[in-house]
């Protein structure tokens, strides 16, 4: 079976830091790009950070210079470092395999002030 699972949300406080993990199955998981979405309250889902299999990356502006997508492939895991966290970094965060459409089941980061 594929499958992604998510871990290492909670609550931080703004100004902090939290590394998300995503553990991953399957046999591609070295060719396939990942994903970091994001879904905050009455919002909709976000794409914030993207890898691919040679480790090149992206992000949307409003993670850029705060968080860090990485992979490891043998360990096949995706983390995402954040930091700097703000209030407005509060959602759901999923992460996704590209090939197939598999998505985690998400984790909650909560960011207070």
């Known amino acids: 079976q594929e499958r992604l699972v998510e871990s290492g949300g909670g609550l931080v406080q703004a100004g902090g830091s939290l590394r998300l993990s995503c553990a991953a199955s399957?046999?591609?998981?070295?060719?396939?790009?990942m994903d970091w979405y994001r879904q905050a309250p009455g919002k909709q889902r976000e794409l914030i950070a993207t890898i691919i299999g040679n480790g090149a990356t992206s992000y949307a502006d409003s993670v850029k210079g705060r968080f860090t997508i990485s992979r490891d492939n043998a360990k096949t895991m995706v983390y995402l470092q954040m930091n700097s966290m703000k209030d407005d970094d509060t959602a759901v965060y999923y992460c996704?395999?590209?090939?197939?459409?598999?998505w985690g089941q998400g984790t909650q980061v909560t960011v207070s002030s």
């Open positions: 996704k395999r590209r090939e197939g459409d598999i």
């Open positions: 399957g046999s591609m998981f070295s060719v396939s790009a």
